[in-house]
């Protein structure tokens, strides 16, 4: 287990801001980096739970000044825009094809001893970010 002093932590949230509630069934994947110009090493990752939440993030490792999550949310939309016509058949040939930010990464700096939340405001055609508490 790593010591938090030497460390960052990483948690984060996908909230679904077209329906007004959390996403599930999300994958993030976690990908750290000793320095700028430094390659990406995978972490590995979770999925997001009814709540939108991802429970167990890996650590980055002691040494790490960047962490990138990486947020598949093309099947998510997909699945979302389908549910939304078969409510709404009028709507059906409104040209939305697919998911138009089919995946987001989120790249941002970290020092160690500190926590990092960073949720994603997700909609079909848009996100932000920003750190949590």
């Keep these: 287990m790593s010591d938090t002093r030497t460390t960052a932590s990483v948690s984060t949230h996908v909230l679904d801001t077209s329906a007004g509630r959390p ?24 999925v997001t739970d009814a709540d939108g939440r991802c429970a167990n993030l890996p650590a980055p490792p002691e040494g790490t000044t960047h962490v990138r999550l990486d947020f ?32 987001v990464a989120i790249t941002f700096a ?6 990092y939340h960073v949720p994603l405001l997700l909609s079909p055609f848009g996100y932000s970010v920003y750190r949590g508490s």
Aim: glycine share 12%.
């Design 23 to 46: 996403a599930a069934g999300i994958a993030v994947r976690v990908f750290a980096r000793p320095g700028r110009d430094a390659d990406w090493r995978a972490l590995g990752g979770a």
């Design 110 to 115: 970290v020092e160690p001893g500190e926590h």
């Design 72 to 103: 598949a949310v093309g099947a998510y939309v997909e699945k979302m825009q389908a549910d939304a016509q078969q409510d709404a058949p009028a709507n059906r040939d409104s040209g939305a094809v697919g998911a138009f930010f089919p995946e």
